[in-house]
Structure formats: C-alpha cells, structure tokens
C-alpha cells in the first residue's frame, strides 16, 4: 500500500514543471510559513465543507419572486371616482400637512411588571 501511494506521488511530481518545484520546495523547507499557511487553509477547505454539508436548505433561487415593498408608491387619486370640483393638489397639500413627520402617536410598549412564577 505503501509502495504504491509512492509510485503515484512520484507520478504526479514528475508532471510538475521545475519552476514550479523549486518553489514548492522552497515553501515546504521554511516551516515558519508552511505551517501557518497549511493550517490558515486546512481551516479555510473545513469551513466550506462544513457549509455546504450543513448550511441552510432555502429555496431556489428560480423560486423566489420579486415582492412589490412594503411602502406603496404614491398615486394620485382617479379623477373620474372622485367629485369634479375637488383639486387633486388640494387634496396632496392636505396629506402632506397631516403627515407626522416625528411619529408623535408611537408611543413605547408597556411593560407589565406583575409577573408570578
């Protein structure tokens, strides 16, 4: 088993061009870089295996669909639904007057701190 795990490392070395194993003997010689290199993407190879092994199982992407946003877009009103004599820019000017700028009608949750075990 031995003897045949050699006999295919020396296969593959043999394919390697020089420059390129001068270099990796260069590498493999200066522990103080092999090392931390080594393991930096040991760790790197780990996490990705790890994430596509267990990462979450969503959707496709085929699935998803574009969601129109949460605020509409402004609209002006129908014309022909609404009374002939009512201005479309009055009624704008009105909206944007009664629009609460600081949401002054928030208030914060209260909190109940009658709780009994």
Do not use: H
Not at 24 to 53: C, D, E, H, Q, R
Not at 74 to 100: G, R
């Amino acid at each position: 088993m031995k003897d045949k795990i050699t006999q295919i490392f020396t296969k593959i070395w043999e394919r390697i061009p020089q420059r390129i194993k001068d270099v990796l003997v260069k590498f493999y010689t200066n522990k103080k870089i092999f090392w931390p290199v080594t393991i930096a993407f040991s760790l790197i190879f780990f996490i990705i295996l790890l994430g596509l092994l267990f990462g979450n199982k969503t959707r496709p992407i085929s699935e998803i669909k574009n969601t129109p946003s949460a605020t509409p877009a402004f609209q002006l009103p129908d014309s022909s639904s609404k009374d002939p004599n009512s201005d479309p820019l009055q009624d704008l000017k009105k909206k944007i007057n009664d629009f609460d700028v600081k949401q002054s009608r928030l208030t914060p949750p209260t909190i109940n701190f009658d709780i009994q075990f």
